[in-house]
């Protein structure tokens, strides 16, 4: 079983699941060859995309959980291993990213994660950020979100319905 931390607030729990998204290579896009990410003074990854138009657009990307059950051995974060585990609630995650965005210092979110017990409860997490923002934010802007292999047809119709952008995790 993977012991997750209780005791560590939403900042801690953001600066351990930010820096875990940078496994996640689908979303390294910039502008220039060497610029992939740059971190904001918080310590959260701010990614620079580019636009179709050749604009830029800045995702906060993160994992709502570092948790996972699989043991996939490309994986850092693979149950074998031992890294300081976490999970933020959704609306903990909500929360932090519209501070972001009315400050505007990000437009659109990159989210994903670990499995969380089964593939329909992590996609459970997922899609309540995303329900969170569109529904009860009215947020209109960009949301990647990814999908967790083995998850049901209803979640995954779920998932396309608040994404702007999908792809399997």
Avoid at 51 to 75: A, H, M, Q, R
Wanted: hydrophobic residues 35%; positive net charge; aromatic residues 8%.
């Amino acid at each position: 079983m993977i012991a997750v931390k209780k005791s560590l607030n939403t900042t801690d729990k953001l600066s351990i699941l930010t820096r875990d998204s940078g496994y996640d290579l689908a979303c390294a896009c910039a502008r220039a060859k060497d610029e992939h990410r740059s971190r904001s003074e918080e310590d959260k990854w701010v990614y620079p995309a580019t636009l179709p138009n050749g604009g830029t657009t800045y995702l906060f990307k993160t994992l709502i959980s570092n948790e996972c059950v699989n043991d996939c051995k490309y994986c850092p974060l693979r149950r074998n291993l031992d890294p300081k585990r976490c999970r933020l609630e959704p609306d903990q995650l909500v929360k932090v990213f519209m501070d972001y965005y009315r400050k505007r210092r990000v437009e659109g979110l990159f989210l994903s994660s670990g499995v969380i017990g089964t593939a329909d409860n992590t996609m459970d997490y997922i899609n309540s950020v995303g329900e969170m923002l569109r529904k009860n934010n009215n947020f209109k802007g960009y949301i990647h979100l990814k999908i967790i292999p083995g998850a049901s047809e209803n979640a995954i119709r779920k998932t396309l319905s608040l994404a702007n952008a999908v792809s399997l995790n």
